[in-house]
């Protein structure tokens, strides 16, 4: 019989070998060499600035061998002049070999049985899903939405129907003709998707000084929302940074005449799409940040930009004519209080993909 008990820094071997079987990294794994995999587990889930000894990385041992782990960072969460204490997980991983239902349901009910007061998954898949569903946990629907802006309408439909195999003769085609529509729709005044040069400025200087100053002005007092100590949130900010390497990413504050309006972080992949991390906004200047942001992802050469929905943008977000679909990861929820679950389902929680998982990444 196995049992649940706290990761330690011995584990890290065998959680590394674990890992890289479920998730297939041998590639990165080699990229990036046996001791920067190692240091990843020790940096994230053991030395990390906010890690707490009440709230560890879990691991299942069975027969004197690790056969599954979950990673867990504590995060402080506030809500008017209340604090709360959340548990973001991670990197749940079973070895295929073992009994998996079994393990990967101790696993997780271990962990949602701890001390915190609301635990979080944001990148979730269909079985992690059912089995917190099962375990008495939620999902939020709004915050598993996702949006995207077309850039470049013609090659992002492009890139869509390359993905399927039996469209992609057809997109060959259609290859050469795609650089002239792209040009039309981006460069005619009266097209929806024009790209003007925006009237408002950006500085590629987001720290965690400006983030603590002016997050609170631009969020709802009573609203849900991360409550960062400046040595977290610099370590969420690098990790973000350095998350992919080959990518190109910015981290751009806006202002308008040097006043601060809002920020925005977005990378862009080998798709040439623009995934958006996290946006903040002065509510009456949504739009200038939103515009700042498609113009710059276009200058990247991105074809789409898209992102998580935050539900405070949701109108601004149909405005610039964004599209609404659920794809992607989920995002889980389990709390002992009913108010944290409300925040959620009401949209009142502001809960980014910087403050979840995704910065948490190998």
């Known amino acids: 019989?196995?049992?649940?008990?706290?990761?330690?820094?011995?584990?890290?071997?065998?959680?590394?070998?674990?890992?890289?079987?479920?998730?297939?990294?041998?590639?990165?794994?080699?990229?990036?060499?046996?001791?920067?995999?190692?240091?990843?587990?020790?940096?994230?889930?053991?030395?990390?600035?906010?890690?707490?000894?009440?709230?560890?990385?879990?691991?299942?041992?069975?027969?004197?061998?690790?056969?599954?782990?979950?990673?867990?960072?504590?995060?402080?969460?506030?809500?008017?002049?209340?604090?709360?204490?959340?548990?973001?997980?991670?990197?749940?991983?079973?070895?295929?070999?073992?009994?998996?239902?079994?393990?990967?349901?101790?696993?997780?009910?271990?962990?949602?049985?701890?001390?915190?007061?609301?635990?979080?998954?944001?990148?979730?898949n269909d079985t992690a899903r059912r089995i917190w569903e099962g375990l008495g946990g939620a999902t939020s629907l709004l915050h598993s939405l996702h949006w995207t802006r077309p850039l470049r309408p013609a090659r992002y439909a492009l890139s869509l129907m390359r993905g399927r195999s039996r469209l992609r003769v057809l997109a060959a085609a259609a290859g050469p003709l795609a650089p002239l529509i792209d040009a039309i729709a981006m460069r005619m005044p009266h097209s929806h998707l024009y790209q003007a040069k925006p009237g408002v400025s950006a500085v590629d200087d987001l720290t965690e000084q400006t983030v603590l100053a002016c997050l609170p002005a631009f969020v709802g007092a009573g609203s849900l929302r991360v409550e960062y100590d400046e040595p977290t949130l610099r370590w969420v900010l690098d990790r973000a940074h350095r998350r992919r390497a080959n990518d190109v990413f910015r981290a751009a504050v806006i202002r308008n005449h040097q006043r601060i309006i809002g920020w925005y972080l977005f990378h862009v992949d080998d798709s040439r799409t623009a995934h958006v991390l996290q946006i903040v906004a002065d509510p009456a200047a949504i739009g200038d940040v939103l515009d700042h942001l498609f113009f710059q992802a276009a200058e990247q050469g991105a074809a789409a930009a898209t992102g998580r929905l935050e539900p405070r943008f949701?109108?601004?977000?149909?405005?610039?004519?964004?599209?609404?679909?659920?794809?992607g990861p989920w995002v889980l929820l389990h709390a002992r209080r009913p108010e944290l679950l409300r925040s959620f389902e009401s949209g009142d929680a502001v809960f980014s993909r910087l403050d979840g998982e995704w910065s948490l990444g190998f």
């Open 314 to 327: 949701v109108q601004a977000l149909s405005d610039k004519y964004c599209v609404l679909h659920r794809r």
């Open 1 to 124: 019989m196995g049992y649940v008990r706290p990761f330690d820094e011995a584990d890290i071997p065998s959680v590394t070998r674990l890992h890289q079987t479920v998730f297939d990294t041998a590639v990165r794994a080699r990229a990036a060499g046996l001791d920067a995999y190692h240091a990843y587990f020790r940096d994230v889930f053991l030395n990390g600035p906010s890690q707490d000894p009440n709230l560890p990385s879990l691991v299942y041992e069975e027969d004197r061998r690790v056969v599954g782990f979950i990673g867990v960072i504590p995060r402080r969460l506030t809500m008017g002049p209340r604090q709360f204490q959340a548990a973001i997980s991670s990197q749940f991983i079973v070895d295929p070999t073992c009994r998996i239902a079994f393990v990967a349901v101790t696993l997780a009910k271990a962990f949602l049985e701890g001390p915190q007061d609301i635990s979080i998954s944001d990148e979730a």
